[in-house]
């Protein structure tokens, strides 16, 4: 049997090598190289376009459960992230190109797997299909899924941060060091004193931004990335609070706490890049030049790409999908990746693995698979297919959605531990179900 699988990203690939394991003949098609979209820039599948961090690592944190809950799967993206990986303090960081090789040659050399390149403008009806066309899907096949789901789509919009030359930050102005002394010197800190702070920040608030696409307007900035010139609209100080906070750092040169500080994570295995953390924009190219080269460290940087911002689409999932990922009125069609509502790299990889488990299952006319709520795939999904969800929202991994823990535990680090070892406990108990 033949299953469909549109679109090479985290989730594509994930329900690709999901089915291919089980046995079936899948064609994946993707329409790299022919077309990228405009924030695609490699011809690699599964590529990182906003950050090179995957969130953190811990167990014990929602973003490390999801991760390890992942890795039972034998999740080729947890495969290709522990081989690729970067020093970034508690977090996983990967060498994104790296990243996107390994998942590329998993995926090609798979001899269940076809790749078929090029654009598709239908979905055939008929036949077993995992839809993971991302959030940028446009043209025909947006309005053919349009058809399909016989609803209205829902936007946001969504920004990536520059990167910059290792060799050109100044560091006579920055040191390497992590909050807390978590994960050794995995950062460059770019502290700035109060004057050289409100300096940026004027600036920054009245910086020239890039007009935004016909098909862009009228779309609403999604909070867990929102661009750093939105950010500082709210505040002179809203920045010190978010990706400019200076708590647990000390700056070596006064030995005290800078007023602000800027982390750069490092981009790439070789540490000839860094990202800058939190630094999604939609300023113009010249004026981020001029902008953020008001940041000591950084008034000589070379940029090797300049932040972007773009329209992201999803699906009102709740109204449409079922646990399993498959449509309410059509269940062999299944949905995945940013294109469902879930929001981030390993929360969009994690859906194509369920849609991919669950296509199989379909076809071998069994029931789907649907995660214990209390493990963080199912709490995800259960949100994205919460009927009772009004004003649906992308969500990424936290201990929000999961159920609490019966009797309360007070401390938070106690709790995170034992919601994490309830979910790791079930997979323990249910390991052969989830890799049959």
Same mark, same amino acid.
Request: proline share 5%.
């Given at each position: ?7 090479? !990203? ?8 999901? =089915? @291919?394991?089980? *046995? ?37 944190? %929602? ?7 992942? #890795? ?18 508690? %977090?996983?960081?990967?060498? #994104?190109?790296?990243?996107? +090789? ?30 993971? &066309? ?11 899924? *349009? ?36 994960? !050794? ?9 109060? @004057? ?7 600036? =920054?608030?009245?910086?020239?931004? @890039? ?23 709210? !505040?002179?100080?809203?920045? +010190?609070?978010?990706?400019? $906070? ?28 860094? /990202?800058?953390?939190?630094?999604? &924009? ?7 030049? +001029? ?20 329209? /992201? &689409? ?15 009125? $059509? ?26 488990? /669950? ?5 071998? #006319? ?8 209390? &493990? ?23 201990? *929000? ?11 938070? $680090? ?7 070892? +309830? ?9 052969? !179900?989830?890799?049959?």
């Amino acid at each position: 049997m033949t299953v469909n699988v549109i679109g090479a !990203g985290l989730a594509g690939c994930e329900a690709a090598m999901q =089915l @291919a394991r089980r *046995g079936f003949s899948v064609r994946l098609y993707e329409q790299k190289p022919l077309r990228r979209s405009p924030a695609h820039h490699s011809n690699l599948f599964a590529e990182l376009v906003c950050s090179n961090s995957l969130k953190a690592e811990r167990v014990e944190s %929602a973003a490390g459960l999801l991760k390890e809950e992942m #890795r039972r799967f034998g999740s080729v993206c947890m495969q290709a992230a522990d081989i690729s990986r970067v020093a970034a303090g508690g %977090a996983l960081a990967v060498d #994104r190109e790296q990243f996107s +090789r390994i998942i590329t040659e998993a995926v090609r050399n798979s001899d269940n797997i076809t790749v078929i390149g090029g654009e598709i403008g239908h979905i055939n009806r008929d036949e077993t299909t995992v839809v993971c &066309t991302g959030p940028l899907t446009d043209g025909q096949l947006l309005s053919d899924i *349009g058809r399909l789901c016989g609803t209205e789509f829902c936007s946001f919009f969504d920004a990536a941060a520059p990167i910059v030359s290792a060799d050109s930050i100044d560091m006579e102005h920055a040191f390497f060091a992590s909050r807390y002394e978590r994960g !050794g010197d995995d950062y460059i800190n770019c502290p700035m004193n109060k @004057a050289e702070y409100e300096a940026f920040y004027d600036a =920054l608030v009245t910086a020239e931004r @890039a007009p935004m696409h016909q098909f862009e307007q009228g779309g609403r900035v999604y909070e867990g990335c929102m661009p750093i010139e939105v950010m500082a609209t709210r !505040g002179a100080d809203t920045m +010190r609070f978010g990706p400019l $906070k200076p708590v647990g750092l000390r700056d070596p040169r006064t030995g005290h706490r800078p007023w602000a500080n800027v982390q750069l994570r490092r981009e790439n295995a070789s540490g000839t890049m860094y /990202n800058l953390v939190g630094f999604q &924009t939609n300023l113009k190219f010249g004026e981020q030049k +001029r902008v953020f080269g008001m940041i000591p460290a950084l008034r000589n940087a070379e940029f090797y790409r300049y932040g972007v911002m773009h329209r /992201n &689409t999803f699906i009102n999932s709740p109204r449409l999908l079922e646990p399993s990922l498959c449509l309410k009125n $059509k269940q062999n069609i299944f949905f995945a990746g940013q294109l469902t509502g879930v929001e981030g790299y390993m929360e969009s990889a994690a859906s194509g693995i369920i849609a991919g488990v /669950n296509a199989a299952r379909f076809l071998n #006319r069994r029931a789907p698979l649907i995660m214990p709520e209390f &493990t963080m795939m199912g709490a995800l999904i259960g949100y994205i297919t919460d009927v009772s969800v009004r004003d649906f929202q992308p969500m990424g991994a936290n201990f *929000g959605v999961l159920p609490p823990i019966e009797p309360h535990i007070r401390d938070k $680090k106690e709790r995170y531990a034992a919601l994490s070892r +309830r979910s790791l406990e079930w997979f323990d108990q249910n390991a052969e !179900g989830v890799n049959e």
